[in-house]
């Protein structure tokens, strides 16, 4: 069965430079969400989108910027990157933002290390 | 105050024997949803099972179970017979009503399975 797709799997980027984490949900899933998770920490929540707009918005520093495109697909650009960028970033997907009883998949991750 | 509190940092556990890890939540919403979530060492986020609040039947997926009391705010997962491959991180979420679905996350429990 097809799952939320994330690339790359890992990236390098030094200080100060800029990254753009590219999710790929689920097909026919509306709604994606974007996660941070530092080392040893539980996942903090970034962002999210539904049907192309905005939805909520967690902590995520004003550095970081994120869109959901026609085909659902989402991007999360990050700039000025700082040593405490470095984490794990998931994108998850489900259908509909609202109702019960359904979960969020989420892809493998990004691993992004700011060196 | 902590929404999600997974008190048990760690836990070994035998082989084939059951283990619980404890979750607590903290919510003023009478509609909210549970989830647990397992994470290896390879870092992927995979959903194990849900528990809406309004489910009077504690949820089963095969080995999983939650085992809910609404009344205690507490939504502890039991697996039975542990196996090697259930060595992991797992942390409980938790939606409430008005979130949209932005999940909020415990400190997670490492679970190590001993042969």
């Known amino acids: 069965a097809a799952g939320v797709i994330q690339s790359p799997r890992h990236l390098i980027k030094e200080k100060r430079e800029t990254a753009t984490l590219k999710c790929y949900p689920i097909p026919r899933h509306d709604t994606v969400y974007w996660y941070q998770q530092g080392p040893g920490q539980d996942p903090q929540f970034l962002i999210s989108f539904y049907e192309k707009m905005q939805s909520d918005k967690g902590s995520i520093p004003d550095r970081f910027s994120a869109q959901q495109f026609s085909d659902y697909h989402s991007e999360l650009n990050m700039s000025s990157l700082e040593l405490g960028d470095s984490a794990l970033y998931f994108c998850?997907?489900?259908?509909?933002?609202?109702?019960?009883?359904?979960?969020?998949?989420f892809g493998q991750g990004t691993r992004l290390t700011v060196v | 105050a902590q929404k999600i509190t997974q008190t048990q940092p760690g836990m070994f556990v035998q082989e084939k024997e059951a283990v619980t890890l404890d979750c607590t939540y903290d919510t003023s919403d009478q509609s909210y949803g549970l989830f647990w979530y397992k994470q290896p060492s390879s870092g992927e986020m995979i959903f194990l099972i849900y528990?809406?609040?309004?489910d009077e039947q504690n949820a089963t997926e095969g080995r999983y179970s939650l085992n809910f009391q609404k009344a205690r705010k507490s939504a502890n997962l039991v697996i039975s017979a542990s196996q090697l491959g259930d060595s992991a991180m797992y942390f409980c979420?938790?939606?409430?009503?008005?979130?949209?679905?932005?999940?909020?996350w415990g400190a997670g429990t490492k679970l190590i399975i001993k042969p």
């Open positions: 998850a997907s489900r259908t509909s933002p609202r109702g019960r009883g359904t979960e969020a998949f």
């Open positions: 979420a938790m939606r409430e009503a008005d979130s949209n679905y932005q999940l909020i």
């Open positions: 528990q809406g609040s309004y």
